[in-house]
């Protein structure tokens, strides 16, 4: 369960306070993947990020005894700096692995992300696809309670589309999602609960359909 | 997954981020080892052979190469644990992503970092002074290592604090880092405060990192000692910035987590 009670989120700008969130108070439920739907600049992705705990409320609280993965976008995430090795072992290491399960996630990771010789290059020169691809491989070898996914599922080409739907719908047996998409067909697929978030409010819905019908009468 | 205590976390945070920085540093760029000791290797020549071309030895009793050495070892030590410290949050940002990693903990690795490369040049320097046969006897061992260990914490204060405070007015920054170069030369490095004419000692023991130099000198060398060392002094110097680092960190952490 994540419980929201009473959170505000703005952005200050030149025309004074943008509202991601005015207010909201609102349960998510357990056992349930959830879609999160919205246009540009809603602030689905910062709801993400405040989910999962590198960004914070101005005012409110967001509780959970869940564990969150870090929020896979298309925005990077890895120090550019080091190699896509070097960043697999970071974050291993961070949380907690030995060296023997590192070796493990690196050869997974090598081979679900079809990397090749760029696994071994500096990640600044990756393109936003590969590091997204780089990211998911590199979640689907931790056992959270959530994966926070942000648009990253229409990356790569057909082939690694259908090979990582089909990752995560085997890693969902034992785990949920919050899923950032503007494509309906995968929400539908992979979600069965949905969230619009629409100035300033978001709203949950049971059931993903009905997301979609409010959102898009929203687009309207 | 399993639950793992804050401290555990904190060790595997640390552990992961100093094999990243030192992979930086030491790795791709075979040259990061030279770079550690060239700094004060340069200075130390530089300034041995400017006073000797200049005059015979002013300093009786002991080898200027090794009065420089120790200074410049130790300024420099200052010098990087603060300009580390003050690049920390910038330079980790994408880190941020993961929740274990806190702002903090970049800072705390940069300066053990700092503390392991600058000891490792002290013992090129150690092994190069006997070599070459310098008088590097020291009078008090005990005193100089405690010298060298409050010097760091004085480090990490003030980067901590310069951080932090860096963080909401970027200025404060730059400041810092364009005193670093002046510093150098009035810090007491190539020459010891007694040696200066009364006016200018007076003005120059305003500077907080005399003191710890003069600290280290006067306990290292058997004809020196530490009379002009305020220890009071050091000590707000000291805990001022890192109390006051610490209270804006405690407030500022979350926005230098979330700022992008």
């Not at chain 2, 030491?26 to 300034?47: C, E, N």
Request: aromatic share 14%.
């Amino acid at each position: 369960m994540i419980e929201l009670r009473n959170v505000t989120k703005f952005y200050k700008t030149s025309k004074g306070k943008k509202y991601i969130l005015n207010d909201v108070s609102q349960i998510i439920p357990t056992h349930t993947n959830v879609g999160i739907l919205g246009r540009n600049g809603a602030g689905k992705s910062t709801l993400l990020r405040m989910l999962g705990g590198i960004d914070f409320p101005n005012s409110g609280t967001i509780r959970s005894d869940k564990t969150f993965s870090w929020p896979m976008g298309l925005a990077g995430g890895f120090q550019g700096s080091m190699t896509g090795r070097q960043n697999v072992k970071f974050v291993c290491r961070i949380y907690g692995k030995s060296e023997i399960e590192i070796e493990d996630a690196i050869e997974s990771v090598k081979d679900f992300s079809e990397l090749g010789d760029y696994f071994d290059m500096p990640i600044k020169i990756y393109s936003s696809g590969m590091k997204s691809r780089l990211s998911f491989g590199l979640s689907l070898f931790f056992d959270f309670d959530y994966l926070i996914i942000d648009e990253t599922l229409s990356v790569g080409d057909k082939n690694f589309q259908v090979k990582s739907k089909a990752a995560l719908r085997k890693k969902i047996e034992n785990c949920n999602v919050l899923l950032v998409s503007h494509s309906m067909p995968i929400l539908k697929e992979i979600c069965d609960s949905g969230i619009v978030v629409n100035g300033g409010q978001m709203q949950y819905y049971e059931d993903i359909n009905e997301a979609i019908q409010v959102y898009d009468t929203i687009n309207k | 997954m399993k639950k793992r205590t804050s401290l555990t976390i904190f060790k595997s945070v640390i552990f992961a981020l100093f094999l990243r920085e030192i992979q930086t540093r030491f790795g791709t760029k075979k040259l990061g080892y030279f770079w550690a000791i060239f700094d004060a290797m340069l200075m130390v020549l530089v300034f041995a052979s400017l006073k000797s071309a200049i005059s015979e030895n002013s300093m009786p009793g002991l080898d200027f190469p090794v009065f420089l050495a120790t200074g410049f070892l130790a300024f420099f030590l200052w010098k990087n644990i603060v300009t580390k410290a003050i690049g920390a949050f910038s330079s980790n940002q994408a880190l941020f992503n993961y929740v274990q990693v806190k702002p903090i903990d970049t800072l705390i690795t940069r300066f053990l970092i700092e503390i392991l490369v600058s000891s490792m040049a002290t013992l090129v320097f150690l092994a190069l002074g006997l070599y070459f046969e310098f008088d590097i006897a020291v009078k008090d061992f005990s005193l100089v290592i405690l010298s060298v260990v409050w010097l760091s914490i004085f480090g990490f204060s003030v980067g901590l604090f310069t951080a932090i405070v860096g963080t909401f007015y970027e200025t404060f920054i730059k400041i810092v880092n364009i005193l670093m170069t002046p510093m150098m030369f009035i810090s007491a490095l190539m020459y010891s405060v007694d040696s200066l004419p009364p006016l200018l000692r007076e003005i120059i023991l305003y500077n907080p990192l005399v003191h710890f130099i003069e600290m280290i000198h006067g306990n290292y060398f058997s004809v020196l000692n530490t009379q002009y060392v305020d220890y009071s002094y050091m000590f707000y110097w000291t805990f001022v910035p890192l109390f006051l680092g610490l209270y804006f960190y405690s407030k500022a952490e979350k926005k230098i987590i979330s700022s992008r």
